[in-house]
């Protein structure tokens, strides 16, 4: 799912919606990200994203290690899911002092 859904946020919001392509360059202003990030459904969203990501990349890293070798599995697995951990806690954190 993140090969397929993050290029397409890439897209969207980092591309389409700044140059105007999709809609008014001024959807993903502040204001209106801010209040996307106060309700409820978009705190999921935004929480989803960024969590599962997270640890879908450090699951890749963790593979990527032993592929090159690196087969400290205790340490490597420590450092990318305890990273993704720490990504998910921070994340959660933000989004609910929002």
């Known amino acids: 799912l993140a090969a397929l859904i993050g290029p397409a946020l890439v897209f969207i919001t980092g591309i389409a919606v700044p140059l105007g392509l999709l ?3 001024d959807t993903m202003s502040y204001a209106n990200m801010l209040a996307f990030a106060h309700n409820w459904l ?5 929480f989803a994203v960024v ?3 997270s ?6 890293i963790a593979i990527l290690m032993h592929d090159f070798g690196v087969h400290a599995v205790f340490l490597v697995k420590l450092f990318t899911y305890g990273g993704a951990l720490v ?3 921070v ?8």
């Open 23 to 25: 809609y008014a360059t």
């Open 42 to 46: 978009g705190k999921g969203f935004i």
């Open 51 to 53: 969590a599962l990501f």
């Open 55 to 60: 640890w879908h990349a450090a699951h890749r």
């Open 87 to 89: 990504v998910t806690v």
């Open 91 to 98: 994340a959660a954190n933000a989004l609910l002092r929002i």
